[in-house]
């Protein structure tokens, strides 16, 4: 029995130290409580609280307002931006257009003279086509009226 008498004064004793404790932790929770009252109820640290309030609503509104110009930037940003590509396209049309006219304005009398030179080319392959194929009599005969008309010159 006395070992049953142990174990209970035993199981007391760490009973009470339990109670001990949690009647010390008790106080530290009111102290602590009493001492979060008085900050809560301090002037000074509610002026602080509201000082930092208005702050964030400030913050906001800037925000806010950084935010509208930002969308208004962004929506006058690309009708310049295509103005721009449009007129330099445009530009750029032009220019294509007035070279290219500007080209065939002076090459034009060089196109006449470059056909008159191919007619006169084809005349002069047909006579040296028909030159290679004269039999001796043709070529006599032709050697005779080159003659002739170098005379009459």
């Known amino acids: 029995m006395s070992n049953a008498l142990d174990a209970f004064r035993a199981q007391r004793e760490a009973v009470e130290q339990v109670h001990a404790q949690l009647a010390e932790v008790a106080d530290l ?9 008085a900050v809560g109820q301090d002037r000074a640290f509610r002026e602080v609280l509201g000082n930092e309030a208005a702050l964030l609503e400030r913050a906001e509104r800037v925000i806010a307002e950084a935010r509208r110009l930002r969308e208004q930037e962004l929506a006058r940003f690309w009708p310049g931006v295509w103005k721009r590509w449009a007129a330099a396209v445009l530009l750029s049309v032009v220019t294509l257009a007035s070279v290219g006219a500007g080209y065939a304005w002076t090459s034009r009398p060089y196109d006449v003279e470059l056909e008159r030179l ?10 040296a086509q028909r030159m290679l194929t004269l039999t001796p009599a043709e070529r006599r005969q032709f050697d005779a009226l080159m003659k002739g008309g170098a005379k009459q010159k």
């Open 29 to 37: 929770i009111r102290a602590l409580q009493a001492q979060i009252d």
């Open 118 to 127: 191919r007619h006169q080319v084809e005349l002069l392959d047909f006579v």
